[in-house]
């Protein structure tokens, strides 16, 4: 009864809040999905509890053996018998955790950061059924399961984004993201196809069975023969890069930050953007079967990681930071995957959960205080004015830095999961495990320098706002400021007094960011052995629910030294240089960017991507629409072919019977024929026959 | 003489007996004209009780006809046979279940020669649930063809300022093919020396001979279907038909096509089934990739989701010439669910149409503002026309595409890029008619769904999502007879039935 209640008591809130939302009342609803939602929470606590602390129960119950609970049968076609089930391991058990806490959490925010707004019955529901649809992808006991919960989840974020659908830009934000993530389905749905083929099955356990039998096999897919386990990883993969924002597929989740700050921090950094880390931790299986595959995930991570990290240093608006921040962290998560460390992979995508949600909901802390301002370059000195808000933003700033005493149990929690990760790509070795180490270290650097800029221009130095003197010459470029509309949905146009009316955020939004800011000191320390210690450890914590391989963890904590501290020294530089430009010389970042005029560009217009993917999808996939429908229906198949034969046709016909009525009733004429002519056959044939 | 085993007689001619009791009614006027409406509800509706009836008595397990009615009619050769199995038995539900709704429809957007519309509609009724439910190969073609005449009338005179054009194009396409399925008719007549579909499909055509029968009855499903490039009379008949006939044409008879193609050309030619798959995947990829371009572009309502629809049924014709499992579970199951979701569609825009008297996509904008109801309404069959899992619109394409997998993996790849362009015109059509800041000063005073389109509405998204999470009433009842024609199929070509083995081992 405990997992029922976890998945579905979030959906209950939602169907009471989105269809009853009017009648009961706001309050009410905010209430009812709220305190579902915290049950929910305490319930998965409970479960993961078992886990934790009693380990060996779990395995003496049999190793591998997850918890089962059938909801209802599904799609039952030929040998294919999918059915909903709840299944939930280790592996679920942590990611139960991390998104009913967050989502409680950002439920509970929610209740004081949309306070003004009138349409929060449908927020909430919105909210809730974005956590049932996450549960049921994280719950999935098969391949199709999951990827009901994946377009779910999508479809809960395509309606946050557009929460403000007043806005055109939230409405373009919203379909960018849904369509663009089934970009990454149409990998998914493939590699489900295959997957099928080649295991014959889509139940996990099934087909992980099965892969033992299939590792060598080979697949005839299009037009050439491919090793067959490769094939369906790599389009599975595809639509987890597509989900988690890696590079290529990353466009959409800045601009998914125009939904309101608590949709961010749930679904756009702590739950949703990770389910693609979620599932190749769960095909672990799988992909262990394809060298190929994992190298390919490395690379796409530390690409990732890299590439999102340098378009951070340049963003203006506070909450595309912390985006690009996401995007980066994720690359990280998937280098640890593809090395083969997956609990790696998995303890960053926990550790990151309450740093990163911290993070936003302190951004949002702070656009509310400044009435909807999300332009950093109009905020400054606001330490003074909401010092809470701020040191639960210097808290998450070291605990995404990964502050923390290289051989010491001392530290935040990015420090042993992010630290641990760079470990891992050196312990991989290859050419790719050093392009990956020495990508993460130079990420590390520049995650360190666009945090502390962050904490720099919002909250040190001078006001900046419209009365308070610098104003726009910082930096000329517009390009990337958004607000958040009030209540009304309107953009508040004046901002000349946002500074001096700034005010500390209210309890109820302050008291989930006292519990993240707890999470993120401490997850790191107390989870480190459990996903990143001794590998005995980790595979009596995960119980076969995915794969461990010792050898690597082994090389990984015996690196080098240099190795070890090398985060630590990068992440300093990147403090220190973050100090001296926007403490001690603050006009350093405007000559740095004259100087390099062409670099600057290209990294505040995110390396133009978005201008790229106009060019070369959206324009011809219009032209080519406009061209086929006038061209080829209209005017080929239409004008020339049907009426010209139309038009011989009348004249043939015109010629023998002159009907004053019109062409049309010739056809009824000879079809009437046509049948008289089929009955006066049939007599004459059955007559004869018979 | 037991009721029961009469219910496809009962079902397939009380419309027709309903649009009799219509003709005695005279007069003129508002009252008149809901007497009119009352009438042909209860007839549906009773209609439409039967059905559930059929499916409810209908014996999923049993691969045989049920509801067998045989009586010689003209000599031996064309016979009274009604009865169905679980391929057909599906279609008369969705049929007999739509219609209330159609009727229902005529209270706000019929005004003019109200009880001459319903009298037409009834008797397209009977046509449809007819050649769903006839044994007979004549029989099929007069009810195949005899759909044409209502529909023709009901485009013609309640249709829209260019129903004329629209008429003509429906007219010419629909007959040219049929034109060639009654020769083929014939032919088969000659070979098997009878036109009882039990027979025939027992009967095994010459491989040669089955090119040219193919052929035959290709031209016409494939004009109903419609299949790309015969597709071209659908978005003009939609764009002038009235709602009601919109819903009938994209709910019902395109599924004439699409069961065609399972009860004859698969069953009865599958060696030309086989030799011609590969023409059917190429014309579906291109109903599925280039009629959602062209969905892209739109302007009208209509016309988009008529293009939409098209590029649906790329997904059925992908399904069945797949020629497995689960390609004709999947092809029945997207033509029931499409037949849900596209008359909730056709409803949706008829809402607007009703109240506004446009199309144009461009007139609106904004609607949630005053529409709520309407806005979740038309995103719950949004998201189905996108084939969002947990509605009845995933799992058809997912059964295709898994099917066609399995058979040549290129169609599989283009087919899933279905997947990417429903998901942009589904959604650039909703942002641009519901989504935004409502600003026209045309649309500030529009009203709510009112009861009775709710009373519509809502039947249709529970099914929509009832059927997305729990399809087994659907597939439960195809699974056996779908698992024989597959079966048939793979002996008739000599193939394994599973091509798992073959693909994956090397």
Known sequence: MLIQAIVFLPLIGALIAGLLGRVIGHRTSEYITTGLLIIAAVCSWIVFAGYWFAPEAAEAAGHGEATKVEVMRWIASGGLDLRWVLRVDTLTAVMLVVVTTVSSLVHVYSIGYMADDPHRARFFAYLSLFTFAMLMLVTADNFLQMFFGWEGVGLASYLLIGFWYTRPSANAAAMKAFVVNRVGDFGFALGIFAAFLVLGQLNFDDAFHAVEANKDATIHFLSWDFHAMTVVCLLLFMGAMGKSAQFLLHTWLPDAMEGPTPVSALIHAATMVTAGVFMVARFSPMFVASEFAMITVMIVGAITAFFAATVGLVQNDIKRVIAYSTCSQLGYMFVALGAGMFSAGIFHLFTHAFFKALLFLGAGSVIHAMHHEQDMRNMGGLRKKIPVTYWLMIIGTLALTGVGIPGTPLGFAGFFSKDGIIEVAYAAGGSTGYIAFWALVIAAMFTSFYSWRLIHLTFHGSPRDATHGFGHDVHEDDANAHAEPDAAGNHHEEHRSAYDHAHESPPVMLVPLYILAAGAVLAGVVFNDLFFGHAEHIEHFFAGSLVVPGDLLEAAHGVPLWVKWSATVAMLIGFVAAYQMYIRDPAAPRRLADANPGLYRFLLNKWYFDELYDRIFVRPAIWLGTALWKGFDDQLVDKTLTEGLGARVKDITGRVVKLQSGYLYHYAFAMLIGIAALLTWAIAAGGLLG | ?506
């Open chain 2, 1 to 506: 003489m037991i009721f029961s085993e009469h219910l496809l007689t009962v079902i397939t001619f009380l419309p027709t007996l309903g649009a009799l009791v219509l003709l005695l009614v005279g007069g003129k006027g508002e009252a008149v004209d809901n007497l009119a409406r009352w009438i042909a509800l209860a007839f549906t509706l009773v209609t439409a009780a039967l059905s559930l009836w059929l499916w409810a008595l209908f014996d999923p397990a049993n691969t045989a006809f049920q509801f067998v009615e045989n009586f010689d009619w003209i000599g031996d050769t064309i016979g009274y046979r009604m009865g169905v199995d679980g391929i057909s038995v599906l279609f008369i539900p969705l049929t007999a279940v739509l219609m209330p709704a159609v009727v229902l429809t005529s209270w706000g957007s019929i005004t003019k020669r109200v009880k001459e519309y319903l009298i037409v509609f009834l008797v397209l009724e009977t046509f449809m649930i007819g050649a769903f439910a006839t044994l007979d190969l004549a029989l099929f073609y007069v009810f195949f063809e005899g759909t044409l005449i209502p529909m023709f009338l009901i485009i013609g005179i309640w249709g829209g300022a260019r129903r004329i054009q629209a008429t003509y194009k429906f007219f010419f396409y629909s007959f040219t093919g049929t034109v060639l399925m009654l020769l083929a008719i014939m032919a088969m007549f000659w070979q098997a020396g009878t036109l009882d579909i039990q027979q025939l499909l027992k009967f095994r055509f010459p491989p040669e001979v089955q090119t040219w029968l193919w052929i035959g009855f290709f031209a016409s499903f494939a004009v109903k279907m419609p299949m790309w490039p015969f597709h071209r009379w659908l978005p003009e008949a939609h764009v002038e038909a009235p709602t009601g006939g919109s819903v009938i044409l994209a709910a019902i008879l395109l599924k004439l096509g699409g069961y065609g193609f399972i009860r004859f050309s698969i069953s009865m030619f599958p060696d030309a089934s086989h030799q011609f798959a590969n023409f059917v995947f190429v014309l579906s990829i291109a109903a599925i990739i280039i009629t959602s371009l062209i969905a892209l572009v739109q302007t009208d309502m209509k016309k988009l989701i008529a293009y939409s629809s098209v590029a649906h049924m790329g997904f059925v014709t992908m399904g069945i010439f797949s020629g497995n499992i689960y390609g004709i579970h999947g092809a029945i199951f997207q033509m029931i669910s499409h037949g849900i979701v596209s008359a909730a569609l056709f409803l949706c825009v008829g809402v607007v149409y009703d109240r506004m008297h446009t199309r144009e996509i461009s007139a609106y904008g904004g609607l949630v503002e005053r529409m709520p109801r309407y806005a979740f309404a038309f995103m719950v069959f949004t998201m189905a026309n996108v084939g969002l899992p947990g509605t009845s619109g995933f799992i058809g394409e997912f059964l295709t595409m898994l099917a066609v997998f399995q058979v040549n993996t290129w169609v599989a790849f283009f087919a899933a890029f279905g997947v990417i362009l429903s998901a942009a015109y589904a959604l650039w059509l909703y942002r641009r008619v519901i989504f935004g800041a409502l600003t026209k000063e045309s649309l500030k005073g529009i009203l709510d769904l009112d009861r009775r389109e709710i009373a519509v509405l809502v039947p249709l998204v529970v099914l929509t999502i009832l059927f997305g999470f729990y399809p087994a009433p659907i597939l439960d009842a195809t699974a056996a007879s779908v698992n024989l024609v597959a079966e048939n199929f793979a002996n008739a070509i000599g193939a394994a039935p599973q091509a798992v083995a073959a693909a994956a081992g090397h």
